[in-house]
């Protein structure tokens, strides 16, 4: 954790006569230096010229503290016995700083934080006096290092690089000391256990399907891809989603990776990182708190902050101080991470916006991050809380190839097996659209190793293949016994299906342990091969099936969502529940369970479901009747065999939807499929430009290479967004062809041509250049002045801001006169920016 506020607020003030007398300017007059300095030739306590003796220190430390004890109040003024412990912790930290072996410019590299901790501090402090003493002596470090740059020519003209980090550290304490108030001792100690327990617990990943040789365990930091979310149509990393918004609502698929993201968002929070949190200004200093609302609510009842943690299962919930929680949120200082809308009922929905609602008002300043099914709820559902809406776009190729590759590695396979895996998704449109989706694409890895590059081709395969390698191949093959309990595959996936089909109908993404007993007790006697007790069946299902988990005490899930819709679904079509699948067609969590239904069902009892979704009648219109079609038209994915007219009356219902009249539309349909929806997107001629761009929008987000015929229509479009849309859309396809097809043939007018990476600068390159280039994620300059023609570059969009390291390079693109950012950047960068270079600004989902 960062030092404590109420430090940083005071200590500048304290810290400023300090730093005045302790050093001293080099040269009479001149004050300037132009070569590296020891640090002890700075202090005026030390060699021949001191002005200071040794024993003066003590005095200037006394002295801060008493100025730091006023400032901060005779409430919150440590006692006396603690300033005298601080100020002779202070005087020493001081001594060691001219014993250092280092010169001014080696500490400026350093920073404060680092030089800091080569001064050291006393281990023999107690909790209250080192609560006090680290932001002071972080502090005098930052003046001193501060000092150094103003004072020595050569690190003002050798460290621009520093001098930026200095410039940063000190916004950095700004934004802490106006985000972070006066906290006891007591709250600051338990930050920091709840800081290091939030990025224990949310640090790794379950890998599903691996055998019990390998850990099921994957680290986050080895795994997270950032993925991009989408605003109107501009694109955005993901975990800058709450970068210039307090409050978001974030969509995506089952297993589209957004609790990844959120687990992410809270160890990055929680860690400080401080090379992070540059990039992530919005997240210094703040407090995460996950909540997976399946998990938090109660009896549909959400909690209130100070039951925060219980809810969520915290091992810390005990040890939290008494209206600490009240206290992060009034001083607007939470990162509340709310995960699941779509995974509580629909009557419990409204009483948990309400909870939002009340909870924004009651505390203002924190930042929300609200996630869901894309169709879960209305696109205005938090609109008047003023909550902004993305849409968690699917992995594109690079995201693809990166996540097999990582996949690999984590469980030590041979890197050929990955490069098989690619080799496969790449030329096959079904495994393609399968694995653009994290949940799939890590299934299908798993698959892919266990069975020897055999793999299937539907959703519906893959779940009963992976079903099959978790419940039966995993235990007989690596001759795993339980000689209490043997179930086979067929009798843990009926077991299964029972809680799966209590919950669908009783609307729950969660189960009490004694309701999962129960339901076991009721269904055991129909399986007399089975002679185990209902507990020991369930223990057995939980800790070998490897579907089940234990998340808090006596609750009950299943390790995803995706599982139990397919369970359900198979258990309702066994039970010939079609009416309660269509009574509840138009309830969003069923929209999975209907798919997967329609792949279970026979020929006639899919046309009675798709007949069913188009006839039925509704009880509000005309969102659901659109929403029915939609979903009616998903599900012809999932049926091989279906009656030609039921398959005719779909797509007909369907063709009404073309071309789509609005941005969610178009996105929305993308998940119907591929190749029947591509057939029925028109234009370019007769469309106007929204209309256009919409059609485009809907194409672009079908990663298949069937969507190039239609893309290439629109390739000489006039439209920017039209064009825009084209030229972002690149990396979801194979770059070579796309280039060749696509971005050749844009007119370059006021487009940023988009290059994710080296390989789509190369392609840019061989086609000539292009005046105006967009980096959407990190840039290094050494790619740019060996892939980028400089004569062509006029304006160059780095959306990750500025690489590390001197700007030199950019004398390399003498014609640039515009470079865009995501933030300004700090003076002492814009100094060293070569003259008449134009810095314009553009915030995540915006266009400069």
Known sequence: ????????????????????KLLVRRGPGAGLVDKPVRVGGWLSFRGEKRTLEPGDLARLAEEVVARYAKAAGPHDAPPAEVRREVADALARALGRLGELDMDDVQAVRLGPGALATRVGRPEDLSAEADALFAPLLHTVCLHVLNFFTQNSTFVARTAVEQSAQLERIASTLELLAERVPDRTAGDARFEEEYAAHVARRHSELTIYGLDLHHTREWPLDTAYISLEAEAGGAP??????????????????????????????????????????????????????????????????????????????????????????????????????????????ETER????????????????????????????????????????????????????????????????????????????????????????????????????????????????????????????????????????????????????KLAHWMLRNGRAEMDRADVVAQLERTLPQMAHITAAPEQVYRHLRDRSGLLREPAADRVDFVHRTFQDYLAAKAAVEEGDFPLLLDNADKTQWEDVLRMAVAHARPAERARLLRGLLSGR?????????????????????????????RQK?????????????????????????????????????????????????????????????????????????????????HRYATEQYAEEIIRHLAEEDLYFTAPSAEHLRALRDLGGRSRIHIPGGCEPDELAALVPPERLTHLWLAGGLPSGPLTWLEGFPRVRTLVLPERPPEAVQRALPSGLKVKVAYDGTTP
């Open 1 to 20: 954790m960062e030092p404590t506020t109420l430090g940083m607020r005071v200590a500048a003030g304290a810290v400023t006569p300090l730093v005045r």
């Open 236 to 345: 955005l990393p993901a975990e800058r989603a709450l970068h210039g918004t307090d409050r978001v609502l974030l969509r995506g698929a089952a297993g589209s990776g957004k609790t990844t993201l959120l687990q992410w968002l809270a160890v990055t929070t929680a860690r400080q990182d401080g090379e992070r949190l540059a990039r992530l200004p919005h997240l210094v200093g703040r407090v995460p708190f996950v909540l997976p609302l399946r998990r938090v609510l109660r009896d549909g009842q959400p909690p209130t902050p100070d039951r925060f943690l219980h809810a969520a299962g915290s091992g810390l919930a005990g040890e939290q101080p008494d209206g600490w929680a009240i206290r992060v949120l009034r001083a607007g200082r939470g990162l509340l991470l709310v995960d699941g809308i779509d995974e509580i009922p």
């Open 350 to 497: 409204g009483a948990t916006r309400r909870w939002l609602r009340e909870l924004m008002a009651d505390f203002p300043g924190n930042l929300w991050l609200v996630t869901s099914r894309p169709s879960a709820v209305e696109s205005d559902w938090l609109a008047r809380e003023g909550f902004a809406e993305l849409a968690l776009s699917p992995m594109g190729r690079a995201d693809v190839a990166a996540f097999v590759q990582r996949w690999h590695e984590a469980v030590e396979a041979p890197p050929e097996l990955a490069d098989a895996l690619l080799g496969l998704v790449r030329t096959t449109s079904d495994l393609a659209r399968l694995a653009s989706n994290p949940l799939m694409c890590g299934l299908l890895c798993a698959l892919h190793r266990e069975r020897h590059g055999f793999l299937p081709h539907s959703r519906k395969d893959l779940y009963e293949a992976a079903l099959s390698m978790l419940l039966e191949r995993r235990d007989v093959e690596r001759a795993i016994r339980d000689d209490a309990l043997r179930l086979s595959k067929d009798s843990s996936v009926v077991l299964l299906q």
């Open 618 to 646: 509704l009880r509000t219109a005309p969102e659901v009747s659109l929403y029915r079609v939609m979903v009616a038209a998903t599900c012809l994915q999932e049926a091989t065999e279906l009656d030609p007219t039921v």
């Open 650 to 730: 779909v797509e007909r219902h369907l063709r009404g939807l073309v071309p789509p009249s609005n941005r969610s539309i178009a996105t929305g349909m993308a998940h119907i499929g591929g190749r029947l929806l591509l057939g029925l997107l028109p234009g370019p001629e007769g469309l106007d430009d929204e209309t256009a761009l919409n059609v485009v929008v809907t194409a672009s987000s079908i990663h298949e290479d069937a969507a190039l015929p239609v893309l290439a229509r629109y390739r000489h479009h006039p439209s920017l967004g039209v064009r825009r849309q084209l030229a972002w859309a690149w």
